[in-house]
Nanobody, 125 residues
Framework: QVQLVDSGGGLVQTGGSLRLSCALS????????MGWFRQAHGQEREFVAA????????YYADSVKGRFTISRDNAKNTVFLQMSNLKPEDTAVYYC??????????????????WGQGTQVTVSS
């Protein structure tokens, strides 16, 4: 059984940085494409970033390009989301996701089977 555990959220001021982590257990981590999504209060969950199995291909939402970096450490079964120059509109619960799909990682929720519990990121103005 696959389990994802998100961590690293918190309260930060505008312009600050945070690094989210997501640990996968139960299966071979390198077999999974990984993604990060976020859901602000009262809004739909939206795509943030995704990463291929090997980590050589990354995908980002336009709203975070140049500010967020997704990466993975297959030896530690962990995916990271480094967030810089944070803005109040980045405030949301952030979720990591995993899937065994063949091909590039999806940029929609339907493309992922496994989800973390979420970690709150709050950016104060």
């Amino acid at each position: 059984q696959v389990q994802l555990v998100d961590s690293g959220g918190g309260l930060v001021q505008t312009g600050g940085s945070l690094r989210l982590s997501c640990a996968l257990s139960g299966r071979t981590f390198s077999s999974y494409v990984m993604g990060w999504f976020r859901q602000a209060h009262g809004q739909e969950r939206e795509f943030v970033a995704a990463l291929s199995r090997s980590g050589d291909k990354t995908y980002y939402a336009d709203s975070v390009k140049g500010r967020f970096t997704i990466s993975r450490d297959n030896a530690k079964n962990t995916v990271f989301l480094q967030m810089s120059n944070l803005k109040p509109e980045d405030t949301a619960v952030y979720y990591c996701a995993a899937d065994l799909r063949i091909g590039p990682p999806a940029q929609t929720q339907r493309g992922y089977t496994y989800w973390g519990q979420g970690t709150q990121v709050t950016v104060s103005s």
